[in-house]
């Protein structure tokens, strides 16, 4: 290349940088004063981009045109967002005026809180002097000087707190409670003193608990624990789980149990904080106040009771399973279940409540002698029993369940309403497949037909469309003649597409029990890559002492801190699964966690999962927590709320070293891998899951723990740790 070629091109290319700094120069004032709704905002992205490089030339043009009387709301709206990046102290007159003309208050205040310093207190504070009357407008500002964060604005916020209009004095409240500072403390225990309505009370008591753990006590207001407890109720309930998280042992159950037994209407609230610490030994107050307390609160104590198992606590309230309030005896019912137990009388109780007339109580009693584990004394008492017949069923006692189907699968009994409805509900999921065998085998009609009839009412209360139908196709997988009424029917009723059937025919599950849930064998390989090192690098995501950074999502299981662990308590009531969440969004990375069961129940963990806070929804990777002795699929891969349910069961026969990898009595270590579609996991160091996800496609998910909804379930998590990959 010649010399004054290469001379040419570099002047041309000055001149042209040159030329565009001079466009990206160009003021926008003039098209913002004429922008209203539906109007190109080509100026306004403009705008933005030249804010990143040259905040004060776009203040500059914002502030010539926006206190214009011409100016739509919207413009101002965008211009108070262009300012929110750029704004100084030159903003805060035009802010004022703004606000003082009559404009919707919100887009000023936001620039004002993004300036954030003595001269935009002033302003404030003379806006509120100037405006005595306008409500709106103060408890805008209120809300403003809280979020400001600053110490100077307290004594504002003290006399807003004593307004006489309630939604001002609750926000100035609100807002004392949100200044990190222990003055706030001091502000609010004035509040108290001086005497505020209830519905502010609960203000004030609220503002204490969030500002309890932001705030250093200095020594003279003693231990922080004693400074609160002087001001805000031992019950109130959100205290009780920071006054429980100070508290050891027996310490700790004191507390809680004083709270029970005085009725307080956060009585469960406490109790549900001593799930995991309660021993008999340290039971002593709700065990000597058992006898005088409510129904409601027997009940209540019953329940903390069976959740230890010990059934030392049993004897306290067997009797009152012959108490006239229906709803005790079924907690003492409920309760046997729980704790397993083999007191003759009690069981002998319970069936004779099944025998008896009262409906309702028939079938309570039914459920519960139906789901008590093994027991010795239970067997012994229905054995010979005809009336009981049932019950043997519903146990699985001796071959009852193949006995009842080969009495109802004949021509002569399949028209009879009773044994239909006990065939129905002995059909669980895991019987299914040995079911649909027997309409394979029978060539009578009527009889195909009724099994038929029975296995689309199971099949249909699926909530997953993707099961039910992979579960319907093995059920036609085998049959010859795609034309047979029953079949069509069963397609026709369940929307399945029958050219899918070779492909369903084509599944194998080795672990064929649970064929329904299971990966097909051919879809799967046994991993053997070796768990990665984790020992360097990681950053802990969990303090062992709070829960700070985690939130919980969902249902209402419970989540706290016991002895340095997290623990997630199932609530038998919730009808969603929960997820603690933590606050940071991942993209690849290793992660590491212990965890184990005091009370079995279904669990797992998020990875990169999708998170929807306001609508208590998250999906995507999970990794399998399982307590089924039977199944033990911990460290497989399920796609929790997504169309693809399961994407890596530990079904192989040579999973046999993944299967028998977790404890369930003690502590397990998790390692989960996650990079791009890949995701792999190890527990106690056995590889578990290895599959390539390619259909998950969001970038950055979070971390959850989940608590199953579903009878029980307390998990505990611990060592919590994540590293980074790039």
């Not at 939604?167 to 949100?178: F, H």
């Not at 307080?264 to 106040?289: C, H, M, Q, W, Y």
């Not at 527990?683 to 909804?709: F, M, R």
Request: positive net charge; charged residues 25%.
């Amino acid at each position: 290349m010649n010399k004054k070629l290469f001379s040419s091109l570099i002047i041309s290319l000055v001149f042209s940088l040159a030329n565009v700094f001079a466009q990206e120069k160009t003021s926008f004032a003039q098209d913002m004063l004429a922008f209203d709704s539906g109007k190109s905002m080509a100026w306004y992205h403009n705008a933005y981009t030249l804010g990143l490089k040259d905040g004060a030339f776009v203040e500059s043009e914002v502030l010539s045109v926006i206190n214009n009387p011409e100016i739509s709301y919207e413009a101002v709206r965008l211009g108070c967002k262009l300012l929110k990046e750029s704004a100084t102290d030159k903003s805060i007159p035009a802010m004022v005026k703004l606000i003082k003309g009559g404009a919707k208050p919100t887009p000023a205040l936001e620039v004002l809180l993004a300036i954030n310093n003595g001269k935009t207190d002033d302003a404030l504070r003379g806006l509120i002097k100037e405006n005595p009357e306008n409500a709106n407008l103060i408890l805008n500002i209120a809300i403003t000087l809280g979020k400001s964060g600053r110490v100077s604005n307290l004594a504002v916020l003290q006399e807003l707190a004593n307004s006489k209009n309630p939604e001002i004095s609750k926000a100035a409240i609100v807002s004392i409670g949100q200044i990190k500072s222990v003055r706030s403390c001091l502000v609010l225990a004035e509040l108290i003193k001086k005497g505020t309505s209830s519905a502010n009370l609960f203000c004030v008591y609220n503002a204490f608990c969030k500002l309890e753990n932001s705030v250093t006590f200095p020594d003279l207001f003693g231990s922080r624990a004693d400074y609160i407890s002087t001001v805000v109720p031992l019950d109130f309930a959100n205290s009780i789980s920071m006054r429980a998280e100070r508290l050891k042992g027996a310490e700790k159950i004191e507390y809680l149990d004083k709270i029970i037994v005085s009725n307080s209407p956060n009585a469960l609230t406490a109790a549900r904080f001593a799930v995991g610490f309660r021993t008999f030994e340290n039971s002593k107050i709700l065990i000597d106040a058992y006898p005088k307390l409510s129904d409601r609160m027997k009940m209540l104590a019953i329940n903390a009771f069976a959740e230890t198992k010990d059934l030392r606590f049993f004897d306290l309230f067997k009797q009152d399973i012959d108490s006239p309030n229906r709803d005790l005896m079924r907690t003492v019912m409920f309760a046997a279940m729980i704790m397993n137990i083999e007191d003759k009388a009690t069981l002998s109780k319970i069936i004779s409540i099944y025998k008896g007339d009262d409906k309702d109580l028939t079938i309570f009693a039914e459920n519960i002698l139906a789901e008590i584990k093994t027991s010795d004394t239970l067997t012994g008492l229905i054995k010979n029993d005809k009336a009981l017949r049932k019950i043997r069923i519903l146990r699985g006692i001796d071959g009852e369940i193949e006995k009842l189907w080969n009495e109802y699968l004949t021509p002569e009994n399949i028209k009879n309403p009773e044994l239909e409805r006990l065939v129905e509900q002995t059909l669980n999921t895991q019987f299914l497949k040995d079911f649909a065998q027997r309409y394979n085998k029978t060539s009578e009609d009527s009889v195909r037909s009724a099994i038929t009839k029975i296995l689309i009412k199971k099949l249909i209360t699926f909530k997953n469309k993707d099961v039910m139908q992979s579960i319907a196709l093995q059920i036609l997988s085998g049959v010859s003649d795609m034309q047979d009424k029953n079949i069509q029917l069963i397609a026709e009723k369940l929307k399945i597409d029958l050219k899918s059937l070779p492909a369903a025919s084509m599944k194998k599950v080795w672990q064929s029990k649970y064929f329904s849930r299971a990966v097909s064998d051919d879809k799967m390989h046994v991993s053997t890559i070796p768990v990665p090192n984790t020992n360097d690098d990681f950053t802990l995501i969990f303090n062992g002492n709070t829960l700070k950074g985690w939130a919980p999502v969902g249902g209402s299981a419970t989540y706290s801190v016991q002895n340095g662990d997290i623990v997630g308590v199932c609530d038998p009531k919730a009808k969603k699964n929960t997820f603690l969440v933590y606050e940071k969004a991942y993209k690849d990375f290793i992660f590491v966690c212990d965890f184990k069961w005091d009370v079995t129940g279904n669990s797992g963990v998020m990875v990169r999962a999708e998170v929807d806070r306001e609508q208590g929804s998250v999906k995507g990777p999970q990794i399998e927590m399982d307590s089924d002795l039977n199944r033990r699929w911990t460290g497989g891969l399920y796609g929790e709320g997504t169309k693809f349910a399961w994407l890596y069961s530990l079904s192989l026969e040579g999973h046999e070293a993944a299967r028998n990898a977790v404890k369930i009595d003690s502590w397990n270590t998790m390692v989960v891998y996650c990079k791009g579609p890949i995701f792999r996991s190890w527990v106690n160091g056995v590889p578990c899951a290895d599959v390539e996800w390619p259909e998950w496609t969001l970038e950055k998910g979070y971390i959850g723990l989940q608590v199953h909804s579903g009878k029980q379930g307390t998990i505990r998590w611990r060592n919590i740790k994540i590293k980074e990959l790039k």
